[in-house]
C-alpha cells in the first residue's frame, strides 16, 4: 500500500553509487569535482518527493469539513427569516424599502451560489493525484515523457530499434 519506502531505497541506493563513485574519479574528499553538487541534487530531489507527499497525504480535517456541510445546508434556513424582513410590510415609523422581495430571493440565491461553489472548489484541490479533476496531475504524460527519455543513454539505440520494431508490426496487423 505504502510505495514510499520504494523512492527512499532508491534514494539510498543513488547516495551510495554517488558514494562509490568517488574513488573512481581520482577523488580523496567527497565533495571534490562536482560530487558536492551530485549531494545537493540528491538532496533537492528528496526535499520535493517530501513536498508532494505532504501535499498527497494532507486532506481537509474532519471538523472543517462538517462546518462547511452546515454552513451549506443549515444556514440558508436560519438566514431565511433575515432575508424575508426584506418582503415585510413596512410600517409608518420605517423608512420605506428601497428593493422590495426580490432582494430577499436574490441575496438568498446569491449566497447559496457562493458556498456551493467554494465547497466545490474545496473539495476538487483536495487530492491533487486522483485523476477526476482538470487541475490533477497528469501521470499519462509524465508516463510517456519518461518512456521517451529511456530512449536515449547506452541503451538508447536498442530501444529505440525496438520501440519502432513495435511501430511497425502494430500498423501491418491494424
Known amino acids: 500500500k505504502e510505495a514510499g519506502h520504494v523512492v527512499y531505497d532508491?534514494?539510498?541506493?543513488?547516495?551510495?553509487?554517488?558514494?562509490?563513485?568517488?574513488?573512481?574519479?581520482?577523488?580523496?574528499?567527497?565533495?571534490?569535482?562536482?560530487?558536492?553538487?551530485?549531494?545537493?541534487?540528491?538532496?533537492?530531489?528528496?526535499?520535493?518527493?517530501?513536498t508532494v507527499r505532504a501535499v498527497r497525504d494532507s486532506e481537509t480535517p474532519i471538523?472543517?469539513?462538517?462546518?462547511?456541510?452546515?454552513?451549506?445546508h443549515i444556514s440558508p434556513l436560519l438566514l431565511a427569516p433575515y432575508w424575508n424582513h426584506f418582503c415585510r410590510e413596512q410600517t409608518a415609523t420605517e423608512l420605506p424599502s428601497q428593493y422590495g422581495c426580490e432582494s430577499g430571493y436574490f441575496v438568498g440565491i446569491v449566497y447559496v451560489l457562493i458556498v456551493i461553489t467554494l465547497y466545490r472548489v474545496q473539495t476538487e484541490l483536495e487530492n491533487p493525484f486522483d485523476?477526476?479533476?482538470?487541475?490533477?496531475?497528469?501521470?499519462?504524460?509524465?508516463?510517456a515523457q519518461l518512456e521517451d527519455l529511456s530512449c536515449y543513454g547506452a541503451e538508447g539505440p536498442k530501444k529505440r530499434a525496438l520501440k519502432s520494431a513495435l511501430r511497425q508490426s502494430s500498423s501491418y496487423q491494424g
Open 10 to 50: 532508491g534514494f539510498a541506493s543513488l547516495a551510495m553509487k554517488i558514494k562509490d563513485f568517488t574513488p573512481h574519479a581520482s577523488y580523496t574528499k567527497p565533495g571534490e569535482g562536482g560530487l558536492s553538487r551530485m549531494n545537493l541534487y540528491l538532496r533537492d530531489i528528496m526535499q520535493h518527493f517530501e
Open 63 to 72: 471538523g472543517l469539513r462538517l462546518f462547511c456541510f452546515a454552513l451549506i
Open 131 to 143: 485523476g477526476d479533476g482538470a487541475d490533477d496531475v497528469n501521470w499519462d504524460m509524465w508516463r
